[in-house]
């Protein structure tokens, strides 16, 4: 049987383990960094075609005609209404992409 122990020991005991767990987990993560940089490698390293396979395109409309509408006998197509938008100040655009798209007021 052990002897009682002071409660200095027992803190010094909790102090030492403490330590050692802190340690140990320091040391897994040195080891899975190490690990994970050498899977990793940077954009810069990458060839053009290990590039293209990152990303992809929406081909759902390719091909397609324009998509388009009438307003006051005006035939207003997709491109026309983005430059439209694109001359509008900043907080007027802002308002209209609110009330069309988030059905938002541009009551303050």
């Not at 803190?11 to 030492?16: E, H, L, M, S, T």
């Not at 940077?42 to 075609?49: G, V, Y």
Request: proline share 3%; net charge positive.
């Amino acid at each position: 049987m052990e002897p009682a122990r002071t409660q200095w020991q027992v803190r010094c005991a909790f102090n030492g383990f403490c330590k050692r767990v802190l340690k140990n987990e320091a040391i897994n993560i040195y080891k899975q960094r190490q690990q994970r940089q050498v899977r990793e490698m940077t954009f810069s390293d990458l060839t053009p075609q290990e590039e293209n396979q990152l990303f992809t395109l929406d081909k759902q409309y390719e091909g397609e005609v324009t998509q388009s509408f009438q307003v006051a006998g005006k035939r207003i197509t997709l491109k026309l209404l983005a430059e439209a938008m694109h001359t509008l100040p900043d907080e007027k655009r802002t308002t209209f992409l609110l009330y069309y798209f988030f059905n938002m007021s541009d009551v303050k």
